[in-house]
């Protein structure tokens, strides 16, 4: 079954060799007609332009199209950093079987919160690029979409994600969007590599668990680096030691045993699949933390019940967890306790 198969997935020409590629970026006198790139206004940005590939290109040709790009800036334009401005690549999922891109997933978040780090220090927990460390929401509902082979669960909710799975009903890609915007062309050129690279690596693997055991078998360093290869590995690591490198491949293990375990890629008919039954709902990962926190409140609440009466008129007062969010109470237990809340 290919991932153009599922609902919600746009089926476009090409195949996952080839990328597409947008620049956002802030200055003055920035070129405004290229050969190779549609050139946009961003409302986002403060005196920005963003610049998009007319067209999805093999890597030589991308190559070719960041040289022209860097020419015509180095040229005549004054660029200014901007954390406002980042770099977007897509890759075209489309055309691949669901169980390989399946464990292209599992290979990239392994990695994610490294090849975050690489692409800049404002670029970690970061709203508009929020990596599966600081929401696994994100985990949770991917392995919702493959389950129910419906990729309409990842709604506009996720568009902020590191990885953008909402771009699938778009264009029928992934869009990874952590990249800040540096005018360094070489770093331009590296992160579709690196992607592709771990697409690639994916393929090594008969069965997604495969993945999971081998990082328990031989550690999250050769993990990392049978993943991204010693190069790429070497790149993104930077001057981080390996001791650091080793807790955040760590994490990024964790995180994806979870579709690794869960995500069930056979063809099978939704309603005769008790996991999707349960869990398949639309999540805000903005507001999921939030109730987190009030439902621990709440149960707190619950287990230090000296008073009642005071207990059923708060229950009457605020009768679902929703409005404990939209009312951003704080419970203090120990205010419960002398029944003063």
């Given amino acids: ?14 195949d996952a060799s080839k990328i597409g590629f947008e620049i956002e970026m802030e200055g003055k006198c ?69 169980d390989h891109f399946v464990k292209f997933i599992v290979c990239y978040y392994i990695v994610e919160e490294l090849l975050v780090g690489w692409c800049g220090k404002n670029r970690e927990n970061n709203l508009f690029c929020l990596r599966a460390v600081d929401t696994d929401e994100v985990i949770e509902q991917f392995v919702v979409s493959c389950c129910n082979k419906d990729f309409t669960y990842m709604d506009e909710n996720f568009r902020y994600a590191a990885m953008n799975f909402n771009s699938l009903q778009k264009f029928g890609t992934v869009e990874f969007r952590a990249m800040e915007t540096r005018l360094n062309v070489e770093d331009w050129k590296i992160l579709p590599r690196i992607l592709h690279r771990t697409l690639k690596s ?13 990082g328990s078998l031989n550690g999250p360093i050769d993990m990392a680096r049978d993943i991204l290869g010693e190069d790429y590995f070497d790149i993104i690591k930077g001057n981080k030691d390996l001791q650091a490198v080793e807790s955040i491949i760590f994490r990024g293990i964790r995180l994806a045993q979870e579709i690794a375990f869960l995500a069930n890629t056979q063809e099978v008919e939704k309603s005769t699949n008790p996991f999707a039954m349960h869990v398949a709902r639309h999540i805000n990962p903005y507001e999921v933390k939030a109730k987190e926190y009030f439902a621990d409140e709440l149960e707190g609440l619950q287990r230090h019940r000296p008073h009642e009466a005071r207990y059923q008129d708060f229950i009457k007062k605020v009768p679902d967890i929703n409005d404990l969010v939209v009312a951003g109470r704080h419970i203090d237990f120990n205010d419960v306790d002398k029944g003063e809340f």
């Fill in 202 to 214: 994916s393929l090594k693997f008969q069965d997604v668990k495969d993945i999971i055991t081998q």
């Fill in 30 to 98: 920035l070129p405004a007609n290229l050969p190779s790139w549609r050139v946009e206004a961003d409302h986002s940005l403060y005196n920005g332009l963003e610049y998009v590939l007319y067209k999805p290109m093999p890597l030589n040709g991308f190559d070719r199209a960041c040289d022209e790009l860097m020419h015509n800036i180095n040229k005549k334009s004054e660029f200014k950093y901007s954390p406002r401005a980042g770099i977007h690549c897509h890759i075209n999922v489309a055309p691949l079987s669901l």
């Fill in 1 to 14: 079954m290919r991932v153009a198969d599922c609902q919600g997935v746009r089926l476009t020409d090409g």
